[in-house]
């Protein structure tokens, strides 16, 4: 049973009061009752944790294809490998590491450092014996850190101000309350080197869902961290999340050669992949509304940046990103129609990073999907068809779906469970592990009792840890041949065929880790819309300026396009090809084959506000 004291109450109690203490520019933090009998909770855990994570294997659960293992793995902070392996499936517990790495992983004043990036859950007290990521981890040696950048939708301040000195400028960058009109974007001191920033919000059911860190070192490298977990510390330790690591050095201290621009050109090269990170990365800090927050500490001199500082592009552009071997993807709230645009955002965004990584889905296979999350959509077979176009990598997939008249992709039928699977936990699950620690999981009543709700495709949601319920956002894919009469297998994809962009025929499916939900907000809707409307406005007659500009911005926002609700940032990398059901076994964070929903407890799905949280 979850051994909890009211922790999804408790964080509610404690956001009632962050908001309150927040409201206005106090430095000093609320000493009610409640978070003095907080603190003293919360110190007897970090003992229990650190006590458990004595005893963890310091071995890292890295991501490489076979082969991999013929560089060396760097034993110290200015030696790095020239090439990085692939990040794909991670070896069972009971797989030695290639011969090739080292012993010794590179640290710095016992701190590990992560050159070629890192996926691990976080710990709990199932964990023991296998790597993980605290936030201590994540956050390394403070006598060394800088600054930093933390974004998550809920945040305890307190609780991230015990893992951070308070001479160190943090920027924490959260969701704003939920408003019938656009909420500006805001930056608030809430005491010396400690800043929030909330980004600007339409109305409606939008939220900042971003989950990055950036943490800036004295010794001249940046650590991205993409998590799955909220700044609570429930979210660290009483439920399963993930987070993925990686550092990154400084340009001036990485030797640049002409061979190395070269290889720059390709689509699937580390340059143009890092190079695309950090513009991803740049843009999603933006429109945080980060920037600003950078600023403000810079002007009450929290914070000292180089002279030639021009905002988070060019912070950015010091580092070398080079090494990267995942995709970012973004969601950006906002209605976006350029093709350009389009593909840099939101699902028909994830359709460019996989061909970006060689992850199109072969034409000779099927695309199997499974999704585990913690909050459920209201789906239709339309969005679910469009999303699962753009998760193939086909070029100009959504294209064709737009070209497809509206009744017949009405008519559309939900994907077979074979090849969609969506991953949550039943009442059965939730019941074995504790009500009491399902308050981060969301499903509403209505959208399961919804007629047509594509109740088949559910699976129950178990971590392969041990009963911990999980907060993880993942989405696992593979592909599958299915064999058709007079069809013949034998002939592997790639193998002795003509080369097709953005597949590789070594890679056998990806993996993404992040913060989006498998939900319309999270990921967008297509909208089919009328091509070329705006511009066929503009050439129809008006009687004034004013009523042409009015035409032609109605008319736009009719054309195809992609329309997305909220922050969202996750990383892709893929999984090899040659065993690609061990791979995907275990990248996964549940156990493999998931079980479909049954009968009874079995067969419906935790529902909090049906089955109430007991304690």
């Known amino acids: 049973m979850c051994q909890l004291r009211a922790r999804p109450r408790m964080c509610l109690e404690l956001g009632r009061l962050i908001r ?76 030695p590491a290639p011969s090739g790495i080292s012993g010794k992983p590179p640290q710095r004043n016992g701190y590990r450092i992560f050159w070629n990036g890192e996926l691990r859950h976080t710990p709990s007290r199932f964990s023991l014996g296998s790597p993980t990521f605290d936030l201590k981890t994540i956050i390394g040696d403070t006598s060394d850190l800088a600054w930093c950048i933390l974004s998550a939708m809920e945040v305890d301040f307190d609780w991230v101000a015990n893992h951070i000195p308070s001479r160190i400028p943090t920027i924490i960058a959260c969701s704003p309350p939920r408003k019938t009109e656009f909420v500006e974007a805001a930056v608030n001191e809430l005491k010396k080197n400690f800043i929030r920033c909330t980004p600007r919000m339409a109305p409606g059911p939008g939220v900042m869902h971003t989950k990055v860190f950036l943490l800036f070192y004295k010794s001249g490298r940046l650590r991205v961290a993409v998590n799955t977990a909220n700044l609570l510390d429930f979210d660290w330790w009483d439920i399963e999340n993930m987070s993925w690591v990686q550092d990154f050095p400084l340009l001036s201290t990485t030797p640049v050669s002409s061979e190395s621009a070269a290889d720059s050109k390709p689509t699937t090269t580390s340059a143009s992949l890092g190079a695309k990170f950090t513009e991803t990365l740049a843009t999603m800090l933006t429109r945080m509304n980060v920037g600003a927050a950078i600023q403000s500490l810079i002007d009450s001199k929290s914070l000292s940046l180089p002279a030639n500082y021009t905002g988070v592009e060019g912070m950015l552009a010091e580092y070398d990103f080079s090494a990267v071997k995942v995709g970012l993807v973004p969601s950006i709230p906002g209605t976006y ?61 959504y294209e064709d779906w737009f070209e497809m008249p509206s009744k017949k992709r009405a008519a559309l039928p939900f994907p077979k469970k074979e090849h969609l699977k969506i991953m949550f936990p039943t009442l059965q699950t939730v019941n074995r592990v504790g009500r009491q620690c399902g308050g981060s999981l969301f499903f509403s009543p209505s959208f399961w009792d919804a007629p047509k709700y ?52 070594d890679v056998g499916g990806w993996c993404y880790v992040g913060s989006h939900n498998f939900t319309p907000s999270a990921w967008g809707i297509l909208v089919r819309g009328e091509k070329n409307a705006a511009a066929k406005a503009a050439k129809m007659p008006r009687r004034t300026s004013a009523e042409r500009k009015a035409a032609e911005k109605k008319a736009l926002d009719t054309e195809p396009h992609i329309s997305i609700k909220n922050f969202e940032l996750g990383v892709v990398f893929t999984l090899p090809s040659d065993d690609i059901s061990r791979a995907a076994g275990g990248a996964a964070c549940w156990g493999r084959p998931a079980a479909p929903y049954g009968l009874g407890d079995s067969g419906v799905p935790w529902m909090q506000s049906v089955h109430g949280l007991e304690v």
């Not at 000093?28 to 006590?51: C, D, M, V, Y």
């Not at 992850?359 to 469009?386: F, H, N």
Request: proline share 7%; aromatic share 4%.
């Open 337 to 397: 129609h350029a093709q350009s645009e389009m593909q840099s955002v939101g699902h028909t965004g994830l359709m460019r990073v996989l061909r970006s990584v060689g992850a199109r889905c072969p034409p000779d296979k099927k695309l199997s999907l499974e999704y585990q999350g913690s909050s459920i959509g209201k789906y239709t077979a339309d969005w679910v068809r469009g999303f699962q176009i753009s998760a193939e990598g086909a070029m100009n997939g």
């Open 20 to 95: 309150a203490h927040s409201s206005h520019s106090s430095t000093t933090t609320p000493t009610s009752e409640f978070l003095k009998e907080r603190a003293a909770l919360e110190r007897g855990r970090l003992e229990r944790q650190k006590r458990a994570l004595a005893l963890s294997m310091d071995s890292p659960m890295e991501y490489q294809t076979p082969g991999a293992g013929s560089s060396s793995m760097p034993d110290s902070l200015n030696q790095r490998p020239t090439k990085r392996a692939r990040i794909a499936s991670p070896p069972a517990s009971n797989t």
């Open 454 to 505: 594509p109740k088949d495709l559910f699976h129950d949601a178990r971590s392969k840890t041990g009963p911990i319920l999980m907060h993880t956002k993942m989405m696992l894919a593979t592909f599958v041949t299915e064999q058709r009469a007079g069809s013949s297998s034998s002939n592997p994809a790639g193998k002795g065929k003509k080369a097709i962009s953005g597949i590789d025929p």
